[in-house]
């Protein structure tokens, strides 16, 4: 069956995810696919498969063209409405979800859901927690409440710009916003996923500045802000936070080891 995706020049991996896409079995089914190695693409599957492979070649995410990525153990429905979800920011789940041990019916908010991948993951682990999400897409948003409605996971979902008309006293604040700079070289490769979700001003950072500006007034004495950034930007954010009066500042890294995420605790009084 890899006889002429080879040919194509795909990735052997993709090559099996629009595989078995085209052949309408699951994305676990890869041991099946690799008994079946020789077997020939039925006739009818060819085009589907075929087109699915040019798509790809042209920089389309696997995640968009079989509208599905798992994401901390979630099967999430993903389109080019919101960012594909990255394993990297698993990193960040696993933070938070520290962050909340000990907590009783703790309160979480997700600026910046997207597909709401960080929220319902925290859903998922800590069903005693009330999730909340927002972001100021719509057709963001859609996506997050099928996603939820799909799961069964009780996430409330609201638009909004940040923290503006958020309520306040969240044990943790959770976010992966925008954090590429504009005119990053990388920009050309992520041309297919929403530019909204990706940049964020001249050096990457006016977002995260607008969060850690306003998070305080929406966090509860101890609450935590964690954020994911990029590579280069650990220094940076942990400044910001640090000049805005957050302690405990630190940062962890992703899979690759490098410092992906940072965050601090407000303390009410000083």
Not at 53 to 68: D, H, S, T
Not at 79 to 95: G, H, I, K, Q, S
Not at 178 to 184: F, N
């Amino acid at each position: 069956m890899f006889a002429a995706a080879g040919a194509l020049g795909l990735d052997r991996l993709d090559a099996q995810l629009l595989l078995l896409h085209t052949l309408d079995r699951s994305a676990d089914d890869r041991a099946w696919l690799r008994a079946h190695d020789t077997d020939l693409l039925p006739a009818t599957a060819w085009p589907r498969f075929a087109q699915l492979c040019a798509r790809r070649l042209a920089g389309e995410p696997v995640a968009y063209l079989v509208g599905e990525k798992e994401f901390h153990g979630l099967a999430l429905r993903v389109d080019p409405r919101v960012l594909v979800p990255r394993p990297d920011t698993e990193t960040l789940v696993d933070w938070a979800l520290q962050c909340l041990e000990g907590r009783l019916r703790p309160t979480v908010l997700d600026l910046g859901t997207g597909s709401g991948a960080i929220a319902l993951a925290l859903a998922s682990r800590r069903p005693d927690a009330e999730v909340s999400g927002v972001d100021a897409s719509t057709d963001a948003l859609a996506v997050a409440r099928a996603n939820a409605s799909r799961l069964e996971l009780p996430v409330h979902f609201t638009q909004a710009d940040w923290l503006d008309g958020a309520p306040r006293d969240f044990d943790v604040i959770v976010s992966n916003p925008p954090y590429i700079a504009a005119g990053d070289p990388h920009l050309p490769a992520l041309r297919h996923e929403p530019v909204g979700a990706l940049v964020s001003g001249p050096d990457g950072l006016d977002d995260i500045r607008r969060i850690v500006r306003a998070a305080p007034e929406h966090l509860r004495d101890g609450g935590w802000l964690l954020l994911e950034h990029g590579h280069d930007q650990s220094t940076a954010v942990r400044e910001l936070l640090s000049r805005r009066g957050f302690v405990q500042v630190q940062s962890r890294n992703d899979l690759a080891g490098i410092a992906r995420c940072s965050g601090g605790i407000w303390r009410s009084v000083k």
